[in-house]
């Protein structure tokens, strides 16, 4: 079971050179994912598991009015990179 409680002094990730997003800190183990434009496509959110992180990658849902869960990545690239092609 991955929780934030252990991770909540985590620095903000870096990201690949060049990523065509950035992040800005939302909570503490969670960050805004905002594109190039200023618009913010989902959040990032690190999760401890045992020693090492992962990444939820997670967008709001409009219609349900809720964060929907796209899916946990070994990778902070790779959360952010569903979160930009996932539609």
């Known amino acids: 079971?991955?929780?934030?409680?252990e991770i909540s002094a985590i620095h903000t990730p870096a990201l690949a050179?060049?990523?065509?997003?950035?992040?800005?800190?939302a909570a503490p183990a969670l960050?805004?994912?905002i594109d190039r434009s200023g618009r913010v496509i989902g959040h990032l959110q690190a999760l401890s598991q045992g020693q090492d992180v992962?990444?939820?990658?997670?967008?709001?849902?409009?219609?349900?009015?809720?964060?929907?869960?796209?899916?946990?990545?070994?990778s902070?690239?790779?959360?952010?990179?569903?979160?930009?092609f996932a539609r």
């Open 17 to 25: 050179r060049g990523a065509a997003v950035r992040l800005a800190a």
């Open 31 to 33: 960050w805004r994912v």
């Open 54 to 74: 992962r990444y939820r990658a997670r967008r709001f849902h409009a219609a349900s009015r809720a964060f929907l869960e796209l899916g946990d990545f070994w």
């Open 76 to 84: 902070a690239d790779d959360a952010v990179d569903c979160l930009r």
């Open 1 to 5: 079971m991955a929780t934030t409680a």
